[in-house]
Structures are given as structure tokens and as C-alpha cells.
């Protein structure tokens, strides 16, 4: 299989925006080139012990790699490209804003990245560790997450889901049953059952998401009586979605992004217990009163916002009579 890779040469105070942009348009994924160099708090969650000595000052500009698969119209792809970029550049900066090309095939794009990705620790007890890399030091009680996401979302550092899992820890108990829409790698509901969930179900569009999901589960050791896994789109199949189980989730969890928790959104009671709680990241913070409103639309309230940088979390709770 292979990706058409369009580059975009931007500003860095723009790439976050971009990149959350580009996601909405179906890009596979995001790559990020910069001179922005890591902060002290950056340096002490990876485990890195030597910085390159020959680091480029910071230049403010930046460089996005994003793979659409080769079977889609690229000029198609292009002219919403444009779009999305002329949009931007009315109200921010964006830089250059020029486009350009060019082919991956998917095994390279996998192993190419790989090389970026190292143990990171999310918190004081949570540390993520790529199933290709040795984990060097590590301190008593610490959860180690073992992940190979593959061409799967969800490794873990990007903020979205570093505000998703702080809402999951204060949800999290004995008994819990977790429905983690669009899991991606299945990163949510493997620190969901290594922080003692009883069970976990996992959906997603995406097969090989799935796929991967089954993978990392068995790579921490959870047993299949610990988790499900299902193909498919609630959205889209009622069938489907009342398959899953119907008001017998403590949680429902979704890192996915504002659009797609917006529909989400209407359908959500279906699953949740009644006091169950609907936890939710991927949202930008443009887009946070349109999810608050959409919730207060269909009886819940926002009990917990969360925020990190431009990303908003919340945990939410049905109204009560």
C-alpha cells in the first residue's frame, strides 16, 4: 500500500492548527519538522540521556508531512488543502504556505517515524514505552504501557490523549466497564485495565486500528477476557452500535476529534449506566462551545474541562430529573 505525501512549509506558532486541519480533511497522519527546541519539562518525560550537539537555532519556521492514500483524487485533496490554508491565513499566520509532493510506500512511512518515538513518561506513575526500544530506568509502581500503533493513532504524547487519560484515572475503579469509541492503537484501553478497569471494548473504522489494538493488548499481557474488539461505525450503524451493549458502560472514552464527538454525542446515552461518565478529548479549543452546547442539548452537563495548549478534555454527566 502506498501514501501520496503532500509537505507544507509553514510557521510553527501555525502547525498545530494546520495539523488539527488536515486530520479533519482525512490526512493518514501528521509529521512535524522544527527548530523548536525541547523544554526542561519536554527533556525530563522522555527518557533520552544525550541531546544532539548539533541542534538548528530555532528559525520559527516549520515543515508538515501529510499522507493521503494513494487511492484518493489528489487533486481533490489539493484544492481542500488550499482552501483550508486560504481560510487560515485570513485570521493567523501561516508562513509560506507552499505545497509540495510526493510517494511513500507504507512500510518506510511506518519504519521512518519510529526513530522519533521514544519512552516518554506521562505522568508520575504512566510511562510509555515503544515495544522497540529499551526502557533504561524506571522507578517502583510505575505502569509501563507497552505500544506498536503502527499506521494507528494513539501513542500516547500528543496532548490529546495525555487529557483524555487524566480524566480515564479519575474514573477508573474495580468494577469499571469502558466502551473506548475509535481506539485507535489502543493505547486508552490498555492503561484502562492496568489501572484495574475490570473490562474494556474497543471500536474503530479503521480495521488495521483494530488490528493493532489486538496486537498491544497482547504485548502488556491482557488476557481476552479482559477486552473486546469490534469493527465498525456507531455512527453510521445502529445495529452495529446496539450490539455493543446497551446502558452497560461506566465509561464511554473518546479521543477522536470535535466533529465526530459532536454525532457522538446524540447516541452516547444509549451506552452509558446513569451515572456513567462520557469522556472526551481531541477537541480544539475553537470548537469547545459547540461541544458544550451539543451536550447540553442531549442532557448532559460538563462536570471537568481539562486543557493543554490549544486542546480542551472534559468528563460529562447526564443531567439529573
Known amino acids: 500500500m502506498g501514501w501520496n505525501r503532500i509537505t507544507i512549509r509553514t510557521v510553527t506558532s501555525a502547525e498545530d492548527m494546520i495539523s488539527y486541519e488536515l486530520?479533519?480533511?482525512?490526512?493518514?497522519?501528521?509529521?512535524?519538522?522544527?527548530?523548536?527546541?525541547?523544554?526542561?519539562?519536554?527533556?525530563?518525560?522522555?527518557?533520552?540521556?544525550?541531546?544532539?550537539?548539533?541542534?538548528?537555532?530555532?528559525d520559527g519556521k516549520a515543515v508538515l508531512h501529510c499522507y493521503f492514500d494513494e487511492s484518493e483524487n489528489l487533486e481533490d485533496v489539493t484544492i481542500k488543502i488550499q482552501t483550508m490554508l486560504g481560510r487560515l491565513k485570513s485570521f493567523m499566520d501561516i508562513g509560506e504556505g507552499r505545497i509540495e509532493y510526493g510517494f511513500t510506500k507504507e512500510e518506510d512511512w511506518i519504519n521512518n517515524w519510529k526513530k522519533f518515538f521514544k519512552p516518554i513518561r506521562l505522568d508520575d506513575t504512566i510511562v510509555i514505552k515503544p515495544t522497540w526500544e529499551t526502557l533504561t530506568e524506571h522507578k517502583d509502581g510505575?505502569?509501563?504501557?507497552?505500544?506498536?500503533?503502527?499506521?494507528?493513532?494513539?501513542?500516547?504524547?500528543?496532548?490529546?490523549?495525555?487529557?483524555?487519560?487524566e480524566g480515564l484515572k479519575e474514573e477508573i475503579h474495580p468494577e469499571t466497564v469502558m466502551l473506548d469509541v475509535g481506539c485507535g492503537s489502543g493505547i486508552l484501553s490498555i492503561i484502562a485495565l492496568k489501572l484495574g478497569a475490570k473490562k474494556t471494548v474497543m471500536t474503530d473504522i479503521d480495521p488495521r486500528a483494530v488490528k493493532a489494538a489486538e496486537e498491544n493488548m497482547d504485548v502488556n499481557h491482557l488476557s481476552r477476557?479482559?477486552?473486546?474488539?469490534?469493527?465498525?461505525?456507531?455512527?453510521?450503524?445502529?445495529?452495529?452500535?446496539?450490539?455493543?451493549?446497551?446502558?452497560?458502560?461506566?465509561i464511554v472514552a473518546a479521543n477522536i476529534l470535535a466533529d465526530v464527538i459532536l454525532p457522538l454525542t446524540s447516541i452516547v446515552d444509549l451506552f452509558l449506566k446513569e451515572d456513567g461518565a462520557?469522556?472526551?478529548?481531541?477537541?480544539?479549543?475553537?470548537?469547545?462551545?459547540?461541544?458544550?452546547?451539543?451536550?447540553?442539548?442531549?442532557?448532559?452537563?460538563?462536570?471537568?474541562?481539562?486543557?493543554?495548549?490549544?486542546?480542551?478534555?472534559?468528563?460529562?454527566?447526564?443531567?439529573?430529573?
Not at 35 to 47: A, G, R
Not at 225 to 250: C, I, M, P
Not at 289 to 305: C, D, I, P, W
Not at 309 to 316: D, F, G, L, M, N
Open 142 to 165: 510505575d505502569v509501563v504501557i507497552e505500544i506498536d500503533p503502527g499506521t494507528a493513532f494513539g501513542t500516547g504524547s500528543h496532548e490529546t490523549t495525555r487529557l483524555c487519560i
Open 278 to 321: 462520557f469522556v472526551i478529548s481531541g477537541i480544539i479549543e475553537t470548537k469547545e462551545q459547540e461541544v458544550l452546547s451539543q451536550l447540553k442539548k442531549y442532557g448532559f452537563f460538563a462536570e471537568k474541562t481539562r486543557r493543554m495548549k490549544e486542546w480542551v478534555s472534559i468528563t460529562a454527566r447526564r443531567r439529573r430529573k
Open 225 to 250: 477476557e479482559q477486552y473486546e474488539t469490534h469493527f465498525g461505525n456507531v455512527l453510521e450503524d445502529e445495529e452495529f452500535a446496539r450490539s455493543l451493549g446497551e446502558k452497560k458502560y461506566d
Open 23 to 58: 486530520t479533519e480533511l482525512g490526512a493518514a497522519g501528521v509529521e512535524v519538522e522544527d527548530h523548536v527546541p525541547l523544554s526542561k519539562e519536554e527533556i525530563d518525560e522522555m527518557f533520552i540521556e544525550v541531546l544532539p550537539d548539533h541542534e538548528e537555532p530555532d
